[in-house]
């Protein structure tokens, strides 16, 4: 079995660092507070939120986690919503009494599902989904909590409520939140900008909202000893260095570093040193598996995007100065800065602090190799 995991959550050993985030999360949360947590994609949020619920669901709280990226109508919003209320439930019919008393306007389904256990779904029949039904469903978790009780709930990808702009979703719930004595939120995404202007601007329902945290890079050493601890598995040495050369590779990204290691893994004999030799090989072979995807991805973005991913391969530091356009051959500042939020939005590049990257650094690699 590969020990290196990527493209899921990530949970026990495979699982490593996090703890002060964890514990920040399970404390702020658990303590009745609500908390707002930045970072790019592929960092580790999401498994960083499962881990820490968890932790809460062994201290007794009800958790719901509940991921806005599919959502993309208040209809499916209704939807996933009340599936990922329901499906933590003991008692579903007690749920479906709660739902019929708070939601009034569609009729929730008790059936039988595929392995015969007893599921919940509404019938929306010819209902429209308004501002009234959705309203009515966030109030459910604070019935379903009762006097007696919390309910956690944890906002995957929240940035994309913007997709519910037509029926007011932020304010909507921002006085839910406000309202709700027994629920608390975890309100987290990757589109940091997005979630930042929700949370940090005067004119916005959340501004100031909730307590924030970002979630940075995971500790080089901590890295290294997995990979150390992981490789030994199967009596494969990895030094310190080469270990080191592989963060960088990945740009110290956990999705990235997890995917190189598993290609070495398949491709490294028992017993054996992993040389840099043999980490440039698995890096070609990856870049080569994704090129057509890469060249299309490329091929679709326009002249300035082109030129500025480019210039991102070389540097990501202070790209609105003057020195930095010219040097790069970039447009006016204007189209410059459509240039970089049209990428930020499409997730092809993200921001830590004041330094831009490009989000994958094997695209990275392919523009290096391939349009420089
Ligand atoms: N703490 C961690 N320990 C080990 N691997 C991690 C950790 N955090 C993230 N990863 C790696 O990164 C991948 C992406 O993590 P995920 O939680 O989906 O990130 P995000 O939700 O920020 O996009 C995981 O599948 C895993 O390979
Ligand atoms: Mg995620």
Avoid at 223 to 251: G, P, W
Avoid at 281 to 289: N, P, Q, Y
Wanted: proline share 3%; net charge neutral.
């Amino acid at each position: 079995m590969n020990p290196f995991s990527y493209g899921t959550v990530v949970k026990g050993e495979n699982f490593y660092d996090r703890e002060e985030e964890s514990k920040r999360i399970v404390d702020t949360l658990g303590g009745g507070n609500n908390l707002v947590l930045y970072a790019p994609r592929r960092f580790g949020k999401t498994s960083l939120v499962f881990n820490a619920i968890e932790q809460l669901k062994k201290q007794g709280y009800n958790c719901i986690y509940f991921d806005f990226m599919p959502v993309f109508s208040p209809e499916s919003f209704v939807r996933l919503y009340a599936k990922a209320l329901s499906s933590q439930q003991s008692n579903l019919q007690k749920f479906a009494k709660t739902f019929i008393s708070t939601v009034k306007n569609i009729r929730p389904v008790l059936g039988l599902g595929q392995e015969g256990k007893l599921e919940f779904s509404i019938d929306f029949a010819n209902e429209k989904v308004d501002e009234t039904i959705v309203s009515q469903l966030l109030d459910l978790p604070e019935m379903m909590a009762g006097k007696n009780q919390r309910i956690l709930i944890f906002f995957d990808e929240f940035q994309e409520v913007e997709k519910l702009k037509d029926i007011n979703f932020e304010g909507l719930l921002r006085s839910k939140v406000q309202q709700q004595q027994h629920v608390n939120y975890l309100f987290f995404g990757s589109k940091t900008h997005i979630m930042q202007a929700m949370f940090n601007n005067k004119n916005r329902a959340f501004y100031h909202a909730a307590s924030q945290m970002t979630l940075g890079y995971l500790p080089e050493k901590d890295t290294v000893d997995f990979l150390q601890r992981n490789f030994s598995k199967k009596s494969v040495h990895i030094s310190e260095e080469i270990a080191q050369y592989i963060i960088s590779v990945t740009a110290n990204i956990p999705h990235y570093i997890q995917l190189l290691a598993a290609e070495i893994w398949q491709n490294v004999e028992t017993g054996t040193n992993i040389t840099q030799d043999m980490v440039d090989k698995s890096v070609l072979r990856v870049v080569d598996m994704k090129s057509d995807y890469y060249v299309e991805l490329f091929d679709h973005q326009s002249k300035s995007k082109k030129q500025f991913l480019l210039a991102l391969c070389s540097s990501g530091k202070n790209i609105f100065s003057e020195d930095y356009i010219r040097r790069y051959r970039l447009p006016s500042y204007a189209t410059l800065q459509r240039a970089v939020s049209g990428l930020i939005n499409d997730g092809i590049i993200d921001r830590m602090g004041s330094e831009y990257f490009i989000s994958d650094p094997f695209f990275k690699l392919f523009l290096k190799r391939t349009a420089l």
